[in-house]
């Protein structure tokens, strides 16, 4: 069976829906920041998704490039810079 954006979409909504909980149920820090990261990993998760299939974008490359983008904007200045890529 072929992997189809809708198991892309099903991944993603599962690791936004524990990043929110995680961020939402937890007093520590250390955790609400792992939370934190799924939700944005979610985010690149759809962005890589839907341009696989040049759903949402005209430019085929345009996500990926966008969302290592954003992994990288995130390792070289912290969890803060996730608003800088449009998350």
Same mark, same amino acid.
């Given at each position: 069976?072929?992997? &189809? &954006?809708? =198991?892309?979409?099903?991944?993603? &909504? %599962?690791?936004?829906? $524990? /990043? &929110?909980? @995680?961020v939402? !149920?937890?007093?520590?820090?250390?955790?609400?920041?792992? *939370?934190?990261?799924?939700?944005? +990993?979610? %985010? +690149?998760?759809?962005? $890589?998704?839907?341009?696989? =299939?040049?759903?949402?974008?005209?430019?085929? +490359?345009? *996500?990926?490039?966008? *969302?290592?983008d #954003?992994? !990288? !904007?995130?390792?070289? =200045?912290?969890?803060? *810079? @996730? %608003?800088? #890529? /449009?998350?």
């Amino acid at each position: 069976h072929p992997i &189809t &954006t809708a =198991h892309y979409l099903v991944l993603s &909504t %599962a690791l936004l829906l $524990v /990043g &929110t909980i @995680g961020v939402l !149920a937890r007093r520590n820090i250390v955790i609400i920041l792992m *939370s934190i990261e799924l939700i944005l +990993n979610a %985010a +690149n998760i759809n962005l $890589v998704a839907f341009n696989r =299939h040049n759903f949402l974008w005209r430019r085929r +490359n345009r *996500s990926p490039a966008l *969302s290592f983008d #954003c992994i !990288a !904007a995130r390792r070289r =200045h912290g969890e803060r *810079s @996730g %608003a800088l #890529c /449009g998350l």
